[in-house]
């Protein structure tokens, strides 16, 4: 069984600095996609970013130059280093794995909040 947990949220003042883990427990195959996506208030789920196994990294655009995603494989985690925080970026901010094994398989965390004052 596959878990992801996620820490690191808080509150923080616009311009702030936060820095989010997400550790994966249980089997992954070698191929997968891991990421971080985000939920505000009456919002849908969007895309933050990904990195894949090889080290591919994809980013939305309204993050770009301020977050940076980046995985130790030795530890199974991930991490989302987030910058210039803008109150924007307020949401629930959601770990995700896609692992291609055998038959593609999704998992998410449960997720955590971060918030940011104006």
Do not use: H
């Not at 990294?57 to 280093?81: E, M, P």
């Amino acid at each position: 069984q596959v878990q992801l947990v996620e820490s690191g949220g808080g509150l923080v003042q616009a311009g702030g600095s936060l820095r989010l883990s997400c550790v994966v427990s249980g089997r992954i195959f070698g191929v997968n996609v891991m990421g971080w996506y985000r939920q505000a208030p009456g919002k849908q789920r969007e895309l933050v970013t990904t990195i894949t196994s090889g080290g591919s990294i994809a980013v939305a655009d309204s993050v770009k130059g301020r977050f940076t995603i980046s995985r130790d494989n030795a530890k199974n985690t991930v991490y989302l280093q987030m910058n210039s925080l803008k109150p924007e970026d307020t949401a629930v901010y959601f770990c995700n794995l896609v692992d291609y094994g055998p038959g593609k398989s999704v998992y998410w965390g449960q997720g955590t909040q971060v918030a940011v004052s104006s």
